[in-house]
């Protein structure tokens, strides 16, 4: 089985029970309550996107990891609704975000982390219908690529399956940690 077709089987429980308890939607319903998204989000991504970022040589992997990271857009769009560098700063982190200490590792939290763009384009579009809020007035994070997604996505897994048609005991690896990052959005968002 193909790297993604392996992703895609083996998270797809933990895929509809985080899309069912997120309950984004429901969280996203109020002026307020998106502000309490944003920051939670924020509050897993950056220690993940940290410890991706130190985890590699990302050029050596042939990844433009910069051009991917999502805790930039998630500052961009708390500033946009209304918080101070200094108040994002002292946001509470996730303490107990998965291992990303080699390739395998990071394959698998960057699946699950570019996987969240594609839900992120229904969920763009339904915070524009309901709060009015556009990628410039809070939204950047679940707009991401916007009309880029499929693009950014097939890139992704391009590059995944490349790195694991060399190596194959990457797979397992990225599999497990797939598993994991799912877990801790899982524990961290309480569902
Ligand atoms: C209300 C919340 C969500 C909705 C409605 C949603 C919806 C979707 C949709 C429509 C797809 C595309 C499926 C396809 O084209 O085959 C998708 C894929 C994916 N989503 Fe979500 N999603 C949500 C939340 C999340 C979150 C919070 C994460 C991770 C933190 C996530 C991770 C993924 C991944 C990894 C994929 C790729 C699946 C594959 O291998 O094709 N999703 N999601």
Known sequence: MSLLAALKSETADQ???LENGLDLFKRAATADGYVELVKKFYAICRP????????????LAGWDFEARL???????????????????????????????????????????????????QLIS???????GI???????????YAAETSAQWKRFGEWAEG?????????PV?????????DCFFRWFDC
Request: charged share 20%; net charge negative.
């Open 15 to 17: 895929h509809a029970a």
């Open 48 to 59: 993940m996107e940290r410890r991706l970022v130190d985890a590699m040589d990302w050029e």
């Open 70 to 120: 999502k805790t930039g857009w998630l500052e961009q769009d708390l500033q946009a609704l209304g918080m101070s560098p200094e108040q994002i700063q002292n946001i509470p982190l996730c303490a107990f975000v998965p291992p990303a200490e080699n390739l395998g590792q990071a394959i698998g939290c960057l699946y699950v982390l570019e996987g969240s763009t594609l839900g992120g």
């Open 125 to 131: 579009k339904r915070l524009r219908e309901t709060l």
């Open 134 to 144: 556009t990628p410039e007035t809070g939204g950047q994070f679940f707009s991401g």
């Open 163 to 171: 790195l694991v048609a060399s190596d194959p005991s990457l797979q």
């Open 174 to 182: 990225a599999v497990d940690t797939a598993k994991a990052t799912f």
